[in-house]
């Protein structure tokens, strides 16, 4: 591989894992969420960014070999790329919408400058992965709106989400070590500028719906740095297929 | 306080050329919301073009059965300023079971509901119509112009599996067959 390829292939293993670990953790609400109808919903978003982390996942194998499956069920937490923002337990319903909003917002500010990604394959992906984003954001968005805005305990819930959730957001702007080669290759956009496209977003929505902006977040580690939440959720998630790895499905 | 989300009537427009149906119904705490969900339960994977909500409560009903049983069903006392407003009509013509819907045949103007019905009945006659409906036009929320691409057609491309599918499921049902 090439140096632009080597880094072109951490990237999408960062996006699909970003994609996965959240979809996972959306998943453990099946069967448990507050109505019927918003368990199929998010059931439905989950299995979007199911499909979505596939995507990516078979572009990285294009270019790194390897197949989706061995890399969802076979690597080790230490071995995942995602955010730590998105392996963090559900928490409430507020945590988990607000969680998802804030991620589903970054992801347009991203897919508004990856469909014109230097990558063609990518751009493809992007485009078509940015059209279910767009209503997942307009889901997400409802409710953080309706939470922050309904009764004192939806509020509270809301601001205490917030509240932990914020300082994680840092970590989905950082750029990785070779990034660099990326945005110069036209390839990926700068960080900074998708930070501030989502800033844009966020900031206005979160103020309208009467929540405080905590301070400025703070989690910028690498994305080989995890919570001992991964642990936990890979040991669930990969269970199945460690029990017999020859096993079609 | 009532804490239980009120009940909304979804209405679905398979292609553009096809009346809205009644489909089924949601549970939402408002119209957008109501519009949200209605998408996630009912378009996840047939041809969608276009959705209506309206709650349940705004919604008059009249069966065959029920005007037959009671000739004087229009008669009311509407006050004499009562405002005139658009009511779309619905109409349930099938009571085959693959084909129960309650579709959108057109609009009338009235000062009340059953006025709305009474007028639709004369404009679109009673044959065969086994259900009528009449909701106000200001009752209804429609999916906006433009997020067919985002709402609607991520789900044409979405792959599912009927039962026969699963190969182990077909196999334990011969089982099952063979040892009965």
Redesign the interface.
């Known amino acids: 591989m090439t140096e632009i390829e080597r880094a072109l292939a951490e990237k999408l293993l960062a996006l699909a894992d970003d994609e996965l670990i959240l979809a996972h953790r959306n998943s453990e609400w099946t069967g448990h969420a507050p109505?019927?109808?918003?368990d199929?919903?998010l059931a439905?978003i989950a299995q979007?960014e199911l499909g979505h982390a596939m995507l990516y996942y078979e572009l990285h194998c294009a270019l790194a070999g390897g197949t989706p499956d061995r890399l969802a069920f076979f690597r080790e937490a230490a071995d995942f790329r995602n955010v730590q923002l998105v392996e963090l337990p559900k928490g409430d319903w507020a945590f988990t919408m607000l969680r998802q909003y804030l991620f589903d917002a970054y992801e347009l500010a991203l897919l508004a400058q990856l469909t014109h990604s230097a990558h063609r394959p990518l751009a493809e992906v992007a485009a078509k992965v940015r059209?279910?984003?767009?209503?997942h954001y307009?889901?997400t968005g409802?409710w953080v709106r309706?939470l922050g805005l309904g009764t004192e305990e939806s509020h509270c819930r809301m601001q205490t989400a917030l509240n932990e959730l914020w300082p994680y957001t840092a970590q989905l702007f950082t750029p990785g070590a070779d990034e660099e080669v990326l945005v110069k290759a036209g390839i990926t956009p700068p960080p900074a500028e998708v930070r501030e496209a989502w800033a844009a977003k966020v900031l206005p929505w979160l103020e309208a719906a009467n929540l405080s902006i905590p301070l400025a977040p703070t989690v910028t580690l690498r994305r080989a740095e995890h919570t001992p939440h991964l642990t936990r959720l890979l040991a669930e998630m990969q269970s199945v297929a460690r029990s017999d790895p020859a096993a079609e499905w | 306080m009532d804490t239980q989300?009120p009940r909304w009537e979804v209405f679905k427009q398979d292609d553009p050329q096809q009346p809205h149906r009644s489909i089924g119904t949601?549970?939402?705490?408002d119209a957008?919301?109501a519009l949200?969900?209605a998408?996630?339960?009912h378009v996840?994977r047939p041809d969608c073009a276009s959705l209506w909500v309206a709650r349940a409560d705004c919604i008059t009903a009249l069966t065959a059965e029920e005007i037959a049983a009671d000739p004087n069903w229009h008669i009311e006392n509407i006050p004499p300023d009562a405002p005139m407003q658009l009511y779309l009509i619905f109409q349930k013509t099938s009571q085959r079971r693959a084909m129960t819907y309650v579709a959108h045949v057109g609009d009338v103007e009235a000062r009340s509901p059953r006025e709305a019905l009474r007028l639709a009945m004369e404009r679109f006659g009673t044959n065969k119509v086994f259900v009528w409906w009449a909701v106000p036009a200001g009752a209804i929320t429609r999916s906006e112009a433009g997020?067919e691409?985002?709402?609607f057609?991520?789900a044409r491309e979405k792959k599912y599996k009927q039962q026969s599918e699963y190969g182990d499921v077909g196999g334990l049902r011969a089982k099952v067959r063979r040892n009965l």
């Open positions: 109505i019927l109808e918003e199929i919903a439905n979007d059209n279910e984003e767009l209503y307009k889901h409802a309706r | 989300w949601v549970h939402a705490p957008e919301m949200l969900i998408r996630d339960v996840r997020v691409a985002s709402w057609a991520p």
